[in-house]
């Protein structure tokens, strides 16, 4: 009888709209936990992709730095070359023994310096004419028991450097 007293009263009405009321808060700062989680996952895809690409930009602008600085140092090396070719010029018409000698001794030197460099002299003198490699500058009719398409003479030296190459040999070509 209480209870139907207390139900009449309003009382009870109260306490349901507390409880109402306190779940709606529960379910409300359910939600804004769910999307402060979302947001924070989202940001977190984010981040993680922004890291990736700053990492693939620093290594890409760091091979290019280091293949700009190989192909100035191929660059400078290229610009020596005449001065090797000089030399052996020289060389070779050099009649004075001593003068010969220390030709030889600065040429020996050059041989040493683009050797370290990893510079390597195509020499394709009896081998078959390459265009990778050479230029052909002039063609001449092939003797008797000559092949055609055979380098007959170098004109100039080529070089190369593993597989790129630095300078290609101007050479004679067999018809």
Sequence with gaps: MEN???????????????????????NKKQEELEKALAEAEE?????????????????????????????GRNDVIASLFPVGDNLERALQSCADENTKQGL??????FKKVLEGEGVEEVDPVGQPFNADT???IMAVPAAEGEESGIVKQAYVKGYKKGDKVLRYAQVIVTQ
């Design 4 to 26: 139907e007293e207390l139900k009449e009263n309003g009382t009870e009405t109260p306490v349901k709209e507390e409880k109402s009321k306190k779940k709606e808060k529960v």
């Design 134 to 136: 050479m230029e052909a």
């Design 43 to 71: 940001n977190k895809r984010k981040w993680y992709a922004v890291t990736a690409e700053y990492e693939n930009y620093r290594r890409r602008t760091q091979n290019q730095a280091a293949q700009r600085y190989q192909e």
């Design 104 to 109: 030889q001794m600065v040429l020996a030197a």
